[in-house]
């Protein structure tokens, strides 16, 4: 993808966000009528939490890609995943039974069809509208992507990632254990346990199986599947993780980058990460777009004003070299400043 190539992508995003706030408006408004204390925990997931949408919003530009829909995916799931994020940790609950519960929604979101379940059945607070109604607007927009039961097995695989690191990430103080008992099972040894979750942690590859899924034509899914993850994915929330570690440090919360035994050796894990990242996107169809999605991620969290308080300019600076991610930070600065994103 040349220079020009990726302005006219970042020209295209920028058109794009309005949408993505209009989709999270509808979901606002309902969430306003929900009881406390869910209201309050799903209008704080919109308002802190809005850059997950927006961030995996570019997938609904890729190339060939039916927009509406995929958008209107990407924003119900994502905002699914943000909801419960803030219902299993912001409300002193650590009972992974509820939890696996209220997940069951992110993995119905993910099948047309599928008749919607009791979510809050062992959780000591309920509602009736805001979850069962992001599941079904999801489910919707993905039974109308011509190519979707191809990519179904995909997707649910990371869907099933996902679901199992959230779940055993928030059960108090066993979480570490539940955690690493359920890697050291499901994942091979070749990468540190720790970038096996992170990589379960993202929602990026879900949300590029449903550009796909718009399109009609057929991908090779494995080919995929080993570029996302754990690579793709690892590197997106290592790097959210990152810029969080001042305050994760402060709460005593689980920071994935904590597990590396210095700031040299988790600047190597990264480089390698950002390395594997960039040569498995070459095997993918519109390797370009995959390879901007990289530097972006660079650029998105480099541009983080956490950034500059926790001093950790010089890593995005070595994780850019050589790339587009050095002239995407300085833009994704100035559309920051700009309140775009």
């Given at each position: 993808?040349t220079?020009?190539?990726?302005?006219?992508?970042?020209?295209?995003?920028?058109?794009?966000?309005?949408?993505?706030?209009?989709?999270?408006?509808?979901?606002?408004?309902?969430?306003?009528?929900?009881?406390?204390?869910?209201?309050?925990?799903?209008?704080?997931?919109?308002?802190?939490?809005?850059?997950?949408?927006?961030?995996?919003?570019?997938?609904?530009?890729?190339?060939?890609?039916?927009?509406?829909?995929?958008l209107?995916?990407?924003?119900?799931?994502?905002t699914?995943?943000d909801?419960?994020?803030?219902?299993?940790?912001?409300?002193?609950?650590?009972?992974?039974?509820?939890?696996?519960?209220?997940?069951?929604?992110?993995?119905?979101?993910?099948?047309?069809?599928?008749?919607?379940?009791?979510?809050y059945?062992?959780?000591?607070?309920?509602?009736?509208?805001?979850?069962?109604?992001?599941?079904?607007?999801?489910?919707?927009?993905?039974?109308?992507?011509?190519?979707?039961?191809?990519?179904?097995?995909?997707a649910?695989?990371?869907?099933?990632?996902?679901?199992?690191?959230?779940?055993?990430?928030?059960?108090?103080?066993?979480?570490?254990?539940?955690?690493?008992?359920?890697?050291?099972?499901?994942?091979?040894?070749?990468?540190?346990?720790?970038?096996?979750?992170?990589?379960?942690?993202?929602?990026?590859?879900?949300?590029?199986?449903?550009?796909?899924?718009?399109?009609?034509?057929?991908?090779?899914?494995?080919?995929?599947?080993?570029?996302?993850?754990p690579?793709?994915?690892?590197?997106?929330?290592?790097?959210?993780?990152?810029?969080?570690?001042?305050?994760d440090?402060?709460?005593?919360?689980?920071?994935?980058?904590?597990?590396?035994?210095?700031?040299?050796?988790?600047?190597?894990?990264?480089?390698?990460?950002?390395?594997?990242?960039?040569?498995?996107?070459?095997?993918?169809?519109?390797?370009?777009?995959?390879?901007?999605?990289?530097?972006g991620?660079?650029?998105?969290?480099?541009?983080?004003?956490?950034?500059?308080?926790?001093?950790?300019?010089?890593?995005?600076?070595?994780?850019?070299?050589?790339?587009?991610?050095?002239?995407?930070?300085?833009?994704c600065?100035?559309?920051?400043?700009?309140?775009?994103?």
């Amino acid at each position: 993808m040349t220079i020009r190539m990726q302005l006219e992508l970042i020209w295209r995003y920028v058109h794009l966000v309005p949408q993505v706030r209009n989709e999270l408006k509808i979901w606002r408004t309902l969430a306003s009528r929900l009881p406390t204390p869910l209201r309050e925990q799903a209008l704080a997931s919109i308002k802190e939490k809005e850059f997950h949408c927006l961030g995996g919003a570019v997938y609904a530009l890729y190339p060939g890609a039916n927009t509406s829909p995929v958008l209107r995916a990407i924003v119900a799931l994502q905002t699914i995943s943000d909801y419960l994020d803030n219902l299993c940790d912001r409300l002193s609950i650590t009972d992974d039974t509820a939890f696996r519960m209220l997940h069951n929604s992110f993995l119905d979101a993910l099948l047309p069809g599928k008749p919607l379940q009791e979510y809050y059945r062992y959780y000591p607070h309920q509602e009736q509208m805001y979850l069962s109604q992001l599941v079904s607007v999801c489910q919707k927009a993905l039974a109308s992507l011509p190519r979707y039961e191809s990519y179904l097995p995909a997707a649910l695989r990371l869907g099933q990632h996902y679901c199992e690191l959230q779940i055993r990430k928030h059960a108090g103080q066993r979480r570490e254990e539940l955690l690493l008992q359920w890697i050291n099972e499901s994942f091979p040894d070749n990468r540190p346990w720790q970038e096996w979750a992170a990589a379960s942690g993202s929602t990026l590859g879900i949300f590029a199986l449903f550009a796909l899924a718009s399109i009609d034509t057929r991908a090779d899914t494995d080919k995929f599947l080993r570029a996302y993850f754990p690579y793709i994915q690892a590197l997106h929330i290592m790097l959210d993780y990152l810029i969080d570690q001042e305050e994760d440090r402060e709460h005593g919360d689980l920071n994935f980058t904590f597990y590396y035994t210095s700031q040299a050796e988790l600047l190597d894990a990264l480089s390698l990460l950002v390395w594997e990242s960039r040569k498995r996107a070459m095997s993918l169809p519109h390797p370009a777009f995959h390879r901007t999605v990289i530097d972006g991620l660079i650029a998105l969290y480099g541009s983080d004003p956490k950034v500059k308080s926790q001093r950790h300019g010089p890593i995005f600076k070595k994780l850019s070299r050589d790339s587009s991610a050095v002239y995407l930070l300085p833009a994704c600065s100035a559309l920051r400043r700009l309140r775009i994103i």
